[in-house]
């Protein structure tokens, strides 16, 4: 059983800045990719940031410059350092595992999904 569990949001104005992170916890040997989406009650769940295991990085053209996603492989974390905030950042956001393998079936991957955080971006 894998737990991503998401903190960091909140309410911020247009300009500032917040810090997600995310824990992931449980018997994991490895994880592939550890990325944050965002979604809002009028827009699917989008790709914001991702990270490999090595360090590559993927960015939405949206946040480019401004978010900078980043990764502690030995304690399962990601974080998103998120810097001039505009509302259109506004919504949950979710953190992502992919290709995550647990010591009870090793030959296995799996996707996990944390339960959400909240950021707002308004004067």
């Known amino acids: 059983h894998v737990q991503l569990v998401e903190s960091g949001g909140g309410l911020v104005q247009p300009g500032g800045s917040l810090r997600l992170s995310c824990v992931a916890s449980?018997?994991?040997?490895?994880?592939?990719?550890m990325g944050w989406y965002r979604q809002t009650p009028t827009e699917s769940r989008e790709l914001v940031a991702r990270?490999?295991?090595?360090?590559?990085?993927n960015y939405a053209d949206s946040v480019k410059g401004r978010f900078t996603i980043t990764r502690d492989n030995a304690k399962n974390t990601a974080f998103l350092q998120m810097n001039s905030l505009k509302p259109e950042d506004t919504g949950v956001y979710y953190c992502?595992?992919?290709?995550?393998?647990?010591?009870?079936?090793?030959?296995?991957?799996?996707?996990?999904w944390g339960q959400g955080t909240q950021v707002t971006a308004t004067s």
């Open positions: 990270i490999t295991g090595g360090g590559t990085t």
């Open positions: 449980g018997s994991i040997v490895s994880i592939n990719t």
């Open positions: 992502h595992a992919a290709g995550v393998v647990i010591s009870d079936t090793p030959t296995s991957e799996y996707d996990v």
